[in-house]
Nanobody, 120 residues
Framework: QVLLVESGGGLVQAGGSLTLSCAAS????????MGWFRQAPGKEREFVAA???????NYADSVKGRFTISRDNAKNTIYLQMNSLKPEDTAVYYC??????????????WGQGTQVTVSS
């Protein structure tokens, strides 16, 4: 059974920091690109950050310089360190796994999401 389980969400003050984790199981983690998406109320799910099997990263413009994605293949886990959080970062954050070449193609696996709320 494939599972992606997010954790670490919560309530944080604007300007604060939060780190999300995603524990994966049921597939060959090291062969997949991993990423984070988010969805705010009334908005479409959007790309946040991704990391390839080899460690290459990319970020949405809205989070560049503030968020850092990383992976630990030994633990089958990815992380999203979020600094300088803004109220507009409030959303449900989803972990995803992809075995495709580009993130424009829907990821193969999704987690259930974790809520991040940033107060002003």
């Amino acid at each position: 059974q494939v599972l992606l389980v997010e954790s670490g969400g919560g309530l944080v003050q604007a300007g604060g920091s939060l780190t999300l984790s995603c524990a994966a199981s049921g597939f060959t983690f090291s062969s997949y690109a991993m990423g984070w998406f988010r969805q705010a109320p009334g908005k479409e799910r959007e790309f946040v950050a991704a990391i390839s099997w080899s460690g290459n990263t990319n970020y949405a413009d809205s989070v560049k310089g503030r968020f850092t994605i990383s992976r630990d293949n030994a633990k089958n886990t990815i992380y999203l360190q979020m600094n300088s959080l803004k109220p507009e970062d409030t959303a449900v954050y989803y972990c995803a796994a992809s075995n495709r070449y580009v993130w424009s193609i829907p990821p193969r696996y999704w987690g259930q999401g974790t809520q991040v709320t940033v107060s002003s």
